[in-house]
């Protein structure tokens, strides 16, 4: 592990503060977990970080810090001396830095820390993606409670409440294949866009990848040529057209912006899910998908 944030820190051109790993899931040793648990999550993980390196491109101050992969910088030798997180923190007045921990116990601990950064640092603050640095995570799946898991239940429950099954992708706690939990991250990245923006981002642009989502994994070979696809993508332009032409989205700058970068970055999402990069791993996703259907997978009884 140390090996490879070496290898990062060598080659990397930048020099941010921050840089992300995410989650990695198939060296994990999943010992008697039931094997179509494996297979989905495994599947839906590739899926997973495909997504996160298109968004990387663009914005990835959207991704969420993973707390088992995530690099800091604290300190460095600088020019004009050394850069140290430490020494900063006694310096700044901020009462939010000085008397708050860099990062609460339970859920976001890696978005708090992030903003705690931020708030520390203002506009020195840097994040890369890099999935290099991402370890292999323990999906919990003695805890499927969590969220990280996919299981037959959860297939069968997209069902019976969507009317497809792999909108169970868009159901794990952590995927970046979810319209919400997308918007919701342009809103923690920039919470001036307010609910309401998060809401129109959600509907305008990110509800097409899910879209998307669903027609790869009934259409494996599917290209970005495709005339669903195409369509797809006018469709957001539409939406997103209109909803730029609002009087929210015309009244708060900061909304207009995240609304023509969010449309960006979910063109660049859409070209990742339909590459051939993903190709073999839809096609497997949709058989086990035809096959938990079909009353072939284990546990189908399981609510």
Same mark, same amino acid.
């Not at 790869?216 to 195409?230: K, L, V, Y």
């Not at 209109?242 to 009244?251: C, F, I, M």
């Not at 590459?275 to 839809?282: A, D, F, P």
């Given at each position: 592990m140390?090996?490879?944030?070496d290898?990062?820190?060598r080659?990397?051109k ?15 040793d999943w ?6 648990t494996?297979?989905?999550t ?29 690099? +800091? !910088?604290v ?5 004009? @001396? ?13 009462g939010? &830095?000085?008397?708050?921990?860099p990062? %609460? ?15 520390? *640092? ?6 890369l ?22 299981? &037959? ?9 969507? @009317? ?14 979810s319209?919400?939990k997308?918007?919701s991250?342009?809103?923690m ?21 899910? !879209?998307?989502?669903?027609?790869m994994?009934e259409?494996?070979g599917?290209?970005?040529? %495709? ?14 057209? +209109?909803?730029a @032409?609002?009087t929210e ?5 900061? *909304? ?8 960006? +970055? ?9 590459s051939?990069?993903?190709r ?7 058989? +086990?998908?035809?096959e938990?259907e079909g009353?072939?997978?284990? @546990?189908?009884?399981?609510?």
């Amino acid at each position: 592990m140390l090996a490879a944030y070496d290898e990062i820190l060598r080659t990397i051109k930048s020099d941010p503060i921050m840089i992300i790993g995410g989650y990695e899931f198939e060296g994990f040793d999943w010992k008697t977990t039931d094997p179509l648990t494996v297979q989905l999550t495994v599947l839906a993980n590739r899926i997973d970080r495909a997504i996160r390196v298109a968004i990387s491109k663009r914005y990835p101050d959207m991704l969420y810090p993973s707390e088992p992969s995530t690099l +800091v !910088k604290v300190w460095a030798e600088v020019e004009d @001396g050394a850069f140290d997180i430490f020494h900063l923190m006694d310096e700044t007045a901020i009462g939010a &830095v000085r008397k708050v921990l860099p990062f %609460d116990v339970g859920p976001l601990e890696g978005h708090n820390f992030k903003k705690w950064l931020k708030k520390l *640092l203002g506009g020195d603050f840097s994040v890369l993606y890099d999935p290099r640095a991402s370890v292999g995570t323990d999906p919990k799946p003695e805890r499927p409670e969590r969220g990280f898991v996919l299981r &037959v239940q959860e297939i069968l429950r997209a069902v019976r409440n969507r @009317g497809k099954p792999a909108y169970a992708l868009t159901m794990q706690s952590q995927t970046t294949a979810s319209a919400r939990k997308l918007a919701s991250a342009v809103h923690m990245a920039n919470p001036k866009i307010l609910a309401t923006g998060k809401g129109m981002i959600q509907t305008a642009v990110f509800g097409h990848v899910e !879209k998307v989502v669903i027609l790869m994994s009934e259409n494996p070979g599917m290209t970005a040529r %495709d005339p669903r696809i195409r369509q797809t993508l006018r469709a957001m332009a539409e939406a997103v057209e +209109v909803a730029a @032409g609002t009087t929210e989205a015309r009244t708060n700058k900061d *909304l207009g912006k995240a609304l023509a970068s969010s449309h960006e +970055v979910a063109q660049d999402i859409i070209a990742a899910l339909t590459s051939k990069k993903l190709r073999q791993t839809w096609a497997e996703l949709r058989q +086990v998908l035809r096959e938990i259907e079909g009353g072939q997978g284990p @546990g189908q009884d399981a609510g």
